[in-house]
């Protein structure tokens, strides 16, 4: 499994941006996309997860009300529209494939099984 992330940029708070993670290679498989996100020195952060059956989704408390999951199975691709961002939301966007994950272990970064370059939004105050 591959996972290509884009969709990052600079932009000002307030504004929105839409990330997209595609998935190649055997796309029948990895039932819970995530994205998490690190800041330079710091630790790697769970932002958002779907699960593969039924949609369920989950989110950090900080984004809340402004960030939303989606998933095109039949694209192979997750999104995550964030809206509202805030200088807070600055790091670098991880998407992060996993084929076995139950509710517990989806904020966990090593509970994942394949991972994407980052794509780094950049929030100006």
């Known amino acids: 499994v591959q996972l290509q992330a884009s969709g990052g940029g600079l932009v000002q708070a307030g504004d929105s941006l839409r990330l997209s993670c595609a998935k190649s290679g055997r796309t029948s498989s990895s039932n819970t996309m995530a994205w998490f996100r690190q800041a330079p020195g710091k630790e790697r952060e769970f932002v958002a997860a779907?699960?593969?059956?039924?949609?369920?989704?989950y989110y950090t408390d900080s984004v809340k009300g402004r960030f939303t999951i989606s998933r095109d199975n039949a694209k192979n691709t997750v999104y995550l529209q964030m809206n509202s961002l805030k200088p807070e939301d600055t790091a670098n966007y991880f998407c992060a494939a996993g084929e076995r994950l139950i509710v517990s272990t989806i904020r966990v970064p090593r509970a994942y099984d394949y991972w994407g370059q980052g794509t780094q939004v950049t929030v100006s105050g």
């Open positions: 779907i699960f593969r059956s039924g949609g369920s989704t």
